[in-house]
């Protein structure tokens, strides 16, 4: 069974840029969440989609945003980078039917963001 | 608002010994669950071991066991028979019951582990 699968794994943006990150869930989930690491502000809940609908948003500025797909995979954009978004972006899927604990989250690998 | 603190920022072992990661939280919820997962140097987050908030019973895992306290709001894992592939970044996780797939992160400990 293949895993979460996220893209690309690194990347380069200038301030000002956008991004677009992609995931890629295990299939048969229907959740796909967002996560950012940081050294700083460690890992931080950026928002989660069930079923083509964002369920739940972090604490995050109205320039990140995300979509999901009717094959459930998720795509998140960040716009107008600031060198504050350089980070670790870390998707995770779950089978998400609202069953809790059953619903543990795989993550991907995450894709490396760093704006200079 | 949930919290979960990690207040061992490294810690370090010998290979084959035993280890404790300690984990608070706070919560004012009744139902939830709570997580162990790691991180090695690859970056993938893998879980390693969860607990059921409802359930008396500490979870086991092989070499991995947690030591749940639940009016005490605790949450340590025990990782015994230390092997060098345990090295990582340990996070503790706490994630609400009520069909919210948010995970509330501590901000980890580094394990070492000695040859």
């Known amino acids: 069974k293949a895993g979460v699968t996220q893209t690309p794994r690194y990347l380069i943006k200038t301030r000002g840029q956008q991004v677009t990150l992609s995931c890629s869930p295990i299939?048969?989930?229907?959740?796909v969440s967002w996560y950012q690491q940081t050294p700083g502000q460690g890992l931080q809940f950026l928002f989660e989609?069930?079923?083509?609908?964002?369920?739940n948003k972090g604490n995050f500025p109205g320039r990140f945003s995300g979509r999901q797909f009717s094959n459930s995979r998720s795509e998140m954009n960040v716009s107008t980078l600031e060198l504050g978004d350089s980070a670790l972006y870390l998707c995770?899927?779950?089978?998400?039917?609202?069953?809790?604990?059953?619903?543990?989250?795989?993550f991907g690998a995450g894709s490396r963001l760093t704006v200079l | 608002a949930q919290t979960v603190t990690q207040s061992q920022p490294e810690m370090s072992v010998q290979e084959a010994e035993t280890v404790t990661l300690s984990c608070t939280y706070d919560?004012?919820?009744?139902?939830?669950?709570l997580f162990w997962y790691k991180q090695p140097p690859s970056r993938q987050m893998i879980l390693v071991i969860r607990?059921?908030?409802?359930?008396?019973q500490n979870a086991t895992e092989n070499r991995f066991s947690v030591n749940f306290q639940k009016a005490a709001k605790s949450f340590s894992l025990k990782i015994s028979d230390s092997q060098l592939g345990d090295a990582a970044m340990y996070f503790c996780?706490?994630?609400?019951?009520?069909?919210?797939?948010?995970?509330?992160f501590g901000t980890g400990t580094r394990l070492t582990i000695i040859p």
């Open positions: 989609y069930f079923s083509e609908t964002q369920r």
């Open positions: 995770a899927s779950s089978a998400g039917q609202g069953t809790g604990g059953a619903n543990v989250l795989t």
């Open positions: 996780a706490y994630r609400s019951g009520f069909g919210n797939e948010k995970l509330t």
């Open positions: 919560t004012s919820e009744s139902d939830y669950y």
């Open positions: 299939s048969g989930h229907r959740s």
């Open positions: 607990q059921e908030a409802y359930k008396q």
